[in-house]
């Protein structure tokens, strides 16, 4: 008789969506910007496609990213595609833009890149910062994808940035280890990013073969230009 009694509610547990043991969305942020704290450097191969709204056709590329975290809030960071090939690459104070098809380098000042909302953008991809203080955070449809990684959705607090939205996908083992034990263990526990830019673009990143404090040498992070490429200083205008 009991069996029979408690039967269905055990069918009724193994029959329970996975969503309903979710985490909460502070604990999907803490897992952001506690792992963020632990983060000093990242290497990891990432592909990329970018949508492009007024013409409707896409671009694709791919190749190997390493961030480091800098003095300050800063970070260095480098770019290596190999489709199509061309290296972006800043020591925290000057951005290299390399076109070797072109023959030509591209130079800027880092604080000219990262005005006007820039640093915000590309925050993500040095472990998030504080995700709380700078955009307001919603989960995305039922806040799960079918593996179990968590969906997320970042809007601007400021106006006016680079960016008007940006969706995450976080590790789902990442923020379940944060709800075991208290701790955020993944410096970077993202697997995939989608920017929307305020034209209708959106570029989307996917992460894999990720590590994480390695000890990369900031020699990485400095541009040496090949002899007779042409150096364009500043082409955006900026003092």
């Keep these: 008789m009991f069996f029979r009694k408690i039967a269905p509610i055990l069918v009724a547990l193994l029959l329970v969506s996975p969503a309903a043991f979710a985490a909460s969305l502070g604990d999907v942020v803490s897992t952001l910007e506690q792992g963020y704290a632990s983060l000093r450097d990242l290497q990891a191969a990432f592909s990329q496609r970018t949508e492009l709204a007024s013409v409707k056709r896409s671009q694709t590329g791919s190749g190997e990213l390493f961030i480091k975290k800098g003095s300050g809030s800063g970070a260095m960071f480098r770019f290596n595609y190999v489709k199509p090939p061309q290296q972006i690459v800043s020591n925290g104070k000057t951005v290299w833009y390399y076109l070797p098809e072109n023959r030509q380098v591209m130079t800027m000042d880092a604080s000219a890149l990262f005005a006007g909302g820039g640093g915000v953008a590309l925050s993500y991809l040095t472990g998030m910062g504080t995700v709380s203080r700078d955009f307001t955070v919603r989960l995305l449809g039922g806040g799960r994808d079918a593996k179990g990684n968590y969906l997320l959705e970042l809007v601007p607090k400021k106006q006016g940035q680079a960016f008007a939205k940006l969706h995450l996908t976080v590790s789902g083992r990442a923020v379940d280890e944060f709800e075991r034990t208290g701790r ?56």
């Design 184 to 239: 955020a263990s993944a410096p970077f526990p993202i697997i995939s990013s989608v920017v929307f830019d305020q034209l209708g673009n959106r570029t989307s990143i996917e992460f894999s073969k990720v590590r994480v404090n390695r000890g990369l040498s900031s020699a990485l992070f400095t541009f040496k230009v090949p002899a007779g490429v042409e150096v364009i200083a500043n082409p955006m205008g900026k003092k």
